[in-house]
């Protein structure tokens, strides 16, 4: 069994967790938010069993698109007369950053 932690939109994460359910796959989701933008994005947690961890990466890249958002950069420390004029830039975000790793036990109690 695989632990798929998945980093989506949260736009994304609606539809993303719709269609695993529709395929009969478990899934949690989790707000979360990204440590570079501070703004908010959902981690979606899948337990999958090995075989099935190809068709879970195919729902998730069919559900999850890359945006680009508005990052205002940090001013920097100015001298006397000199001025900073601040202007947007442009980052590239997702579609999903996915974790696959290996489970070494699953029990429900
Ligand atoms: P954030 O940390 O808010 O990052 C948002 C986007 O900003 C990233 O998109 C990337 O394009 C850019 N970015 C991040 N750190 C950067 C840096 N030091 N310099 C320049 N640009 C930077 P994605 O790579 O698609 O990541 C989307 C979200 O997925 C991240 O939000 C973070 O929450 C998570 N993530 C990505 N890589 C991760 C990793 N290695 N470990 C843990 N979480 C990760």
Do not use: W
């Amino acid at each position: 069994m695989k632990l798929l932690v998945a980093i989506v939109h949260p736009e994304d994460a609606g539809p993303l967790v719709d269609a695993l359910l529709d395929r009969e796959f478990r899934a949690t989701r989790l707000h979360s938010s990204g440590g570079f933008l501070k703004q908010s994005n959902a981690t979606v947690l899948l337990g999958v069993e090995d075989d099935a961890v190809e068709e879970a990466l195919g729902i998730v890249r069919e559900n999850c698109h890359s945006r680009t958002q508005l990052v205002n950069p940090m001013p920097p420390i100015l001298e006397p007369g000199e001025f900073f004029l601040p202007y947007p830039l442009e980052v590239e975000v997702g579609g999903a950053t996915v974790f696959v790793l290996p489970v070494e036990r699953f029990e429900k109690l």
